[in-house]
């Protein structure tokens, strides 16, 4: 495998860590929009309730975690590189769990008694997997050129 020089490799991930406090500011601000509008508006719906409620703890976990690790970038050698590279792999994997794991709260929710809730838990879920994966696999992408 072929690893990027550090300077390289420390401005990647500076990157995808700020496309990850992007997208955690998104999920917060749709999240908090979500329910700002159901409060206004008076309505009632427990797909969206509980959609904008995993939005905005997901956006909010994300944020505490990308700017963590911001903090502590530093230049990596290459077994931090590699170190690097399998927890990446692994972590892709996990968000591929998240979508799994989404896909059946919105199953169970809508087979048992149509529990929009958990419908619309798992379908942010879901939301939020596909998105982690895809900013994941963008900085797999940068690491293995």
Do not use: K, N
Request: proline share 1%; charged share 15%.
């Amino acid at each position: 495998m072929h690893y990027m020089w550090a300077d390289t490799l420390e401005d990647a991930e500076r990157i995808f860590l700020l496309r990850l406090i992007l997208w955690a500011l998104g999920g917060m601000l749709a999240g908090t929009a979500l329910l700002a509008w159901l409060r206004v508006t008076g309505r009632a719906s427990r797909l969206l309730t509980h959609f904008g409620a995993q939005c905005f703890a997901w956006g909010l976990l994300e944020l505490i975690l990308a700017l963590t690790l911001l903090a502590r970038l530093a230049p990596r050698d290459l077994a931090s590189a590699t170190r690097l590279d399998r927890l990446l792999w692994l972590t892709i994997g996990l968000d591929g769990g998240y979508v799994v794991a989404g896909a059946c709260l919105a199953v169970m929710g809508w087979r048992l008694d149509r529990r929009l809730g958990l419908v619309g838990a798992g379908l942010a879920v879901i939301m939020q997997g596909l998105g982690l994966a895809l900013l994941d696999l963008l900085l797999a992408a940068q690491i293995s050129r």
